[in-house]
């Protein structure tokens, strides 16, 4: 075993060992020391003469999460497989396997291939990509580290969601040969989206260009002027070299044109002590301690804020209130803690507080409700279906709700917005969401806890999407989110109102409109049809309206008989409604008898020939009088109702229809999809 790798196994026994333990590795480590110099980025004095206070001072070092993204081959895994070379921190054994694999799975010519650290699965070995999250932990003197390898291809944008929802900075790679990509773009806007406040772009590959610093220049401005329109407060550049480690961890003697810092002391020294939310006193209640019948204590980890001993508190929803007595940890009581550290607090009072509640600070509460609008990464393959019922998640609260509404979906390489009726995988849109019950929430740019939840489909139990709220009202103080200046998403000053236009309809609910008229005997089964096909459009996210000729009688048309005119005036008056349908993006259903072609012809003249689509519900009248669901063929013998057309009265059958379904041969479910086949084959829905 490499001696690198023995000290590192001793110094992971050492936290966890007993007194008398730790001074016997101490001693030996001590020894060790004394011949030999190991050169680690993270090796201290205190390792040969107090191991505890090594350890001590190991545990208190700041840590930095960041996430390394970007287009694909733009050297994510390359950089972060130098990151960790340069600094030491690969045990010989690992370097050993490195080596081999490079000569089998590498991209550089049978030479060391930095990417094969992160790259662990064998797909990514062979295709030479990145496709899940690989996380790598390591430290330094100045600080610990824990980076997310993130994919660059766009189908996995959701596994580099999923990486950044936690990251403090963010490492966005531009190959110096291609510049300012797609990709980069769709990666910076989810930056921005999730609130990562500090990023650093990489122009990697410089060594393919000559170490041109016109090159570097030209690629910064193109990226400034894209983020201009995003909210990225802390944005450096930084040319480098993954391959060959120029700037790196050490400077480049390539680049003597650059004066700034390499990557690694940039990651050393970047601030991130303000980004923390210490304001705002958050603790969702994630258990309820009862050990004994002396102790009741409320376990979490505090989302922001700070507390101390003796403060008042408010548990919510309940409101009561109450002070702090006990800050109980695992190492003893503390006399204050802020995020993110776990804690169990004991109250002076006995208050009603269980998992799902949420304790703050009486003149400090978060807004309760349970409607908010929010952006959502969508992460299915199966779309986004507004309506339909989902679990929520949010802090320590499992929620059931729906999707109200999609506002608009985002276009995250322009970030222009339009209205869609639906969300796609990997795509972002606003949403406005409405819950069972309330919960307890800040804006995600304000709290970044308080303000994500995720979303999971109730039957698959699979994570489907995050959310982040948003503020439904303006904030003057806030800074603008990067989706609130979209095109056509900006305030105006004009008074006047923009009308809603067909295209946006269209957009939005996903479907063309037109009307279908099913058409046939009584008792052929239109109505049942049309119900079935508004019920598969409405689960599957598209608007669809029914108007059956009888229902219209008992209302609108009730002043009407069922005379040959009173007939052709009962279609008329549907069709005008299914053309005001039709005008605002609806597809209508028609479920009548209609049995004279030069009224059905008439019809479809009014509404649009374009628009107007003509279903011939096809049995024969044996079959139907046997049906017969509503009597009429029995009231037409008992002379209550004129004779019925196919039964006394004529019936046009029609001649060109665009479908016919025979119900006496085929069942519902086969007309009904039948019906759906003919919408998808004239592009009516998706």
């Known amino acids: 075993?490499?001696?690198?790798?023995?000290?590192?196994?001793?110094?992971?026994?050492?936290?966890?060992?007993?007194?008398?333990?730790?001074?016997?590795?101490?001693?030996l480590l001590r020894t060790i020391s004394q011949f030999t110099n190991l050169n680690m980025s993270h090796q201290s004095e205190l390792i040969a003469t107090d191991i505890n206070a090594y350890l001590e001072q190991h545990e208190r070092k700041e840590l930095l999460r960041f996430i390394t993204c970007g287009?694909?081959?733009?050297?994510?895994?390359?950089?972060?497989?130098?990151?960790?070379?340069?600094?030491?921190?690969?045990?010989?054994?690992?370097?050993?396997?490195?080596?081999?694999?490079?000569?089998?799975?590498?991209?550089?010519?049978?030479?060391?291939?930095?990417?094969?650290?992160?790259?662990?699965?064998?797909?990514?070995?062979?295709?030479?990509?990145?496709?899940?999250?690989?996380?790598?932990?390591?430290?330094?003197?100045?600080?610990?580290?824990?980076?997310?390898?993130?994919?660059?291809?766009?189908?996995?944008?959701?596994?580099?969601?999923?990486?950044?929802?936690?990251?403090?900075?963010?490492?966005?790679?531009?190959?110096?040969?291609?510049?300012?990509?797609?990709?980069?773009?769709?990666?910076?806007?989810?930056?921005?989206?999730?609130?990562?406040?500090?990023v650093v772009v990489t122009v990697n590959k410089m060594d393919l260009v000559g170490f041109s610093q016109g090159r570097f220049e030209e690629i910064c401005s193109a990226y400034r002027e894209f983020a201009e329109r995003l909210d990225l407060p802390d944005l450096h550049f930084i040319p480098i070299s993954a391959l060959s480690g120029d700037n790196v961890v050490d400077p480049s003697p390539n680049m003597s044109w650059y004066r700034g810092s390499t990557l690694m002391n940039f990651l050393e020294t970047v601030y991130i002590g303000s980004d923390r939310n210490f304001e705002d006193f958050r603790f969702p209640v994630q258990y309820v301690n009862r050990p004994n019948l002396d102790f009741r204590g409320f376990c979490g980890t505090i989302a922001s804020g700070i507390l101390r001993q003796g403060d008042e508190i408010m548990v919510l929803p309940q409101r009561k209130t109450s002070r702090v007595k006990r800050i109980v940890t695992y190492d003893g009581d503390l006399q204050e803690a802020s995020t993110p550290q776990s804690i169990t607090l004991t109250l002076e009072d006995e208050v009603d507080c269980s998992r799902g509640d949420m304790i703050v600070r009486p003149g400090n509460v978060p807004k309760v409700s349970n409607e908010f609008d929010a952006m959502l990464v969508w992460m299915s393959a199966e779309p986004m279906v507004p309506g339909?019922?989902?679990?929520?998640?949010?802090?320590?609260?499992?929620?059931?709700?729906?999707?109200?509404?999609?506002?608009?979906?985002?276009?995250?390489?322009?970030?222009?917005?339009?209205?869609?009726?639906?969300?796609?995988?990997?795509?972002?849109?606003?949403?406005?969401i409405t819950l069972s019950q309330p919960i307890f929430f800040d804006a995600y740019r304000r709290n970044r806890t308080t303000g994500a939840f995720i979303i999971v489909d109730r039957i698959s139990?699979?994570?489907?999407?995050?959310?982040?709220?948003t503020a439904r009202e303006a904030d003057k103080s806030a800074q603008t989110a990067p989706w609130e200046v979209a095109e056509g998403l900006a305030s105006t000053t004009d008074s006047s109102i923009r009308l809603v236009t067909?295209?946006?309809?269209?957009?939005?609910?996903?479907?063309?409109?037109?009307?279908?008229?099913?058409?046939?005997?009584?008792?052929?089964?239109?109505?049942?049809?049309?119900?079935?096909?508004?019920?598969?459009?409405?689960?599957?996210?598209?608007?669809?309206?029914?108007?059956?000729?009888?229902?219209l009688r008992r209302g609108l048309s009730r002043d009407l008989g069922y005379s040959a005119l009173d007939r052709s005036e009962n279609l008329r008056r549907a069709a005008q409604i299914a053309r005001l349908m039709n005008e605002n993006g609806f597809i209508c259903l028609l479920s009548m008898i209609a049995p004279d072609e030069t009224v059905r012809s008439k019809a479809a003249d009014l509404i649009g020939p374009d628009r107007f689509l003509t279903v011939h519900?096809?049995?024969?009248?044996?079959?139907?009088?046997?049906?017969?669901?509503?009597?009429?063929y029995v009231e037409a013998e008992q002379g209550k109702l004129p004779?019925?057309?196919?039964?006394?009265?004529?019936?046009?059958?029609?001649?060109?229809?665009?479908?016919?379904?025979?119900?006496?041969?085929?069942?519902?479910?086969?007309?009904?999809?039948?019906?759906?086949?003919?919408?998808?084959?004239?592009?009516?829905?998706?």
């Open 643 to 686: 004779k019925l057309p196919g039964a006394g009265a004529p019936y046009d059958v029609p001649q060109a229809a665009d479908l016919v379904l025979r119900t006496q041969e085929d069942s519902i479910d086969q007309c009904i999809e039948q019906v759906l086949l003919l919408l998808r084959g004239r592009k009516l829905i998706r």
């Open 461 to 469: 139990n699979i994570t489907v999407a995050a959310g982040m709220i």
């Open 617 to 632: 519900v096809d049995a024969s009248l044996e079959v139907c009088q046997q049906r017969d669901p509503r009597g009429h």
């Open 502 to 551: 067909a295209e946006e309809r269209q957009a939005r609910f996903g479907q063309t409109p037109a009307t279908l008229l099913l058409t046939g005997l009584s008792g052929s089964g239109k109505t049942t049809i049309a119900r079935g096909v508004e019920r598969a459009l409405f689960d599957a996210g598209r608007t669809a309206i029914v108007l059956d000729g009888e229902d």
């Open 71 to 198: 287009s694909v081959d733009d050297g994510k895994s390359t950089l972060i497989g130098r990151l960790l070379y340069d600094s030491k921190m690969l045990y010989e054994d690992q370097l050993a396997q490195l080596e081999s694999e490079s000569k089998t799975h590498g991209t550089t010519g049978g030479g060391f291939d930095p990417a094969l650290v992160t790259d662990g699965l064998k797909a990514e070995r062979e295709q030479g990509i990145t496709i899940d999250v690989a996380y790598r932990y390591f430290s330094t003197a100045k600080r610990k580290f824990i980076i997310a390898d993130t994919p660059g291809h766009e189908q996995y944008t959701r596994n580099m969601a999923t990486g950044a929802s936690t990251a403090d900075l963010a490492v966005i790679l531009i190959d110096a040969r291609h510049g300012v990509l797609t990709q980069t773009k769709r990666h910076s806007f989810i930056v921005s989206l999730l609130g990562i406040r500090h």
């Open 388 to 432: 339909k019922t989902y679990l929520f998640k949010h802090t320590s609260q499992s929620i059931t709700g729906c999707i109200e509404s999609l506002r608009y979906r985002v276009d995250v390489n322009t970030l222009h917005s339009s209205p869609a009726p639906d969300l796609q995988l990997n795509e972002i849109g606003r949403c406005t």
């Open 1 to 27: 075993m490499a001696l690198a790798t023995v000290v590192q196994v001793l110094e992971n026994l050492c936290a966890g060992a007993h007194a008398g333990l730790s001074v016997s590795i101490n001693a």
